[in-house]
Every structure is written in C-alpha cells, then in structure tokens.
C-alpha cells in the first residue's frame, strides 16, 4: 500500500557529489520519522542519517560535515545531498520511512535501492 522509490545515484568521482531522492506514495496518513541507510558487500546495513517530522537530524559519524538530509512534506519525499564523496561512500543506498497509514497505525517501510559508486 506504501512503496518508497530512490532515485539519483549513480558513479561520480571522489570529491564529487549526488543528491538522492526518495518519494512516498500510496496510503499515507502522515510520514513519521525518514532516514538514509547503506549496506557496502559484506557488511550490515548501516543507519547513514535520519530526520524527524520536526525536522531534527542525525548523521553517522563517517558522514557528519559531508552529508545532509531534507524533506518536503508535501511532496513527500526526502533527500540525501552528499557532498565530498569517498569510495568509502560506495554502497547501496536504502530509503527508510515510518508511515502512518491511519490514526493508529504506523509501519516501516523500505525502498529499493540506489547504487552509489565513488571513483578514486
């Protein structure tokens, strides 16, 4: 009923940069909190950063000062722009959202994911 679509990666050269974009659609009552994750072969998954539905953000620490998320809300949809990539940086990259779909219902949901390559 919900589905999150990732958008805007692709290969880029180190000191470069890419704005991802995530957009919700389907039965959405409100968007709660939205986040970023990445998962690089032969690792976890791992929370890059997160923004509330006030707006409030946090980053891992390997992205803090580089990387930075938005939304808008009424187009529902969130962004990553990242800024002076690293070809650690390199991974899939996952959009997260906790969606109300009615007064008393909230669940999580995943989009597809976007492959993010850095280039030394």
């Known amino acids: 009923q919900v589905q999150l679509v990732e958008s805007g990666g692709g290969l880029v050269q180190a000191g470069g940069s890419l704005r991802l974009s995530c957009a919700v659609s389907?039965?959405?009552?409100?968007?709660?909190?939205m986040g970023w994750y990445r998962q690089a072969p032969g690792k976890q998954r791992e929370l890059v950063a997160i923004?509330?539905?006030?707006?409030?953000?946090n980053y891992a620490d390997s992205v803090k000062g580089r990387f930075a998320i938005s939304r808008d809300n009424a187009k529902n949809t969130a962004y990553l722009q990242m800024n002076s990539l690293k070809p650690e940086d390199t991974a899939v990259y996952y959009c997260?959202?906790?969606?109300?779909?009615?007064?008393?219902?909230?669940?999580?949901?995943w989009g597809q994911g976007t492959q993010v390559t850095v280039s030394s």
């Open positions: 923004i509330t539905s006030s707006t409030s953000a």
């Open positions: 389907g039965n959405i009552f409100t968007i709660n909190h």
């Open positions: 997260h959202a906790n969606v109300r779909t009615a007064i008393t219902f909230s669940y999580d949901f």
